[in-house]
């Protein structure tokens, strides 16, 4: 399983647009680009976009050139300071909990 981060800071003020924009969900189908999870951490200054699954990269790859979703992508322009910068996964941790059958 890969996962991968994009994270940028957002300008002043621009949070609760940000907020707003992510009520609408995704401008895509998580689980038909076959990603098994996909999470946004939002503070007042940065967002932060986490894509988990089988070949993320790739998927992540069409997504940002998806021309469907180009127009999503564009309101999120006026919001950011920065040029969105990629983070690869390189430590995670999660507790395996044992089924029992019970």
């Known amino acids: 399983m890969e996962r991968i981060a994009v994270t940028a800071r957002l300008n002043p003020g621009c949070e609760p647009r940000a907020r707003e924009l992510l009520g609408g969900g995704p401008p895509f189908d998580a689980r038909e680009l076959g990603l098994r999870r996909h999470d946004v951490y939002l503070g007042p200054d940065l967002i932060v976009f986490v894509f988990e699954g089988g070949g993320v990269e ?27 910068r990629l983070a690869l996964d390189s430590y995670h941790w999660e507790l395996e909990e044992t089924w029992t059958g019970s």
Request: hydrophobic share 45%; proline share 7%; glycine share 4%.
């Open 58 to 84: 790739e998927t992540l790859s069409e997504i940002v050139n998806d021309r469907l979703t180009e127009g999503a992508f564009s309101a999120w322009a006026p919001l950011l300071a920065e040029q969105p």
